[in-house]
């Protein structure tokens, strides 16, 4: 009897099923499980029609993406710069109005997460000429906000091998 052949089948066995549970993990846990998805916010709001019918730049409510790492959800600030004069009667609106005048941030739920152990910076894609639109989609067409690339390690890094961008793929690029 080969005592050393059974070993060698339990232990190729116990890898592989240890890789299927790893991967199954990272799949669960990636941002690739997130594709398309669109919660439903505490104040619906329209890219479709400020980005869309309106023409709104998404650098004047997402006004940090040249400067920072993060685009970040807009102060409702910015949002009283045009709805302090329109469509004040609507029911959202006053809820706008109310929390702004209270000083009380609206608790908007994050359609792009990535894992923490990913580091993105917005400026430096910015920079390089990369659109919005690569990683977001058609927003103006959006009637509410989606995620709509997997954003994916190997996603990230077929668009960094792109001959136009020709940015790093070192891991340190994005993991810090």
Known sequence: MNTNGSATSKLIVFVLVMFLIAGGIVYALGPAKNQGYAPIQPIPFSHKLHAGKYGIDCRYCHYSVERSRHATVP???????????????????????????????????????????????????????????????????MERIKQFAPLTMGWCVNCHRQPQYNAPTTCDTCHR
Not at 99 to 113: E, R, S, T
């Open 75 to 141: 102060p409702e600030n910015v949002c009283m710069n045009c709805h302090r004069f329109v469509k004040t009667d609507s029911p959202h609106i006053k809820n706008l109005t109310e929390h702004f005048n209270q000083g009380k941030p609206i608790a908007w739920i994050k359609v792009h997460d990535l894992p923490e152990f990913t580091y993105f910076d917005h400026k430096r894609h910015i920079a390089r000429g990369v659109q919005c639109n690569m990683c977001h989609g058609e927003v103006p067409d």
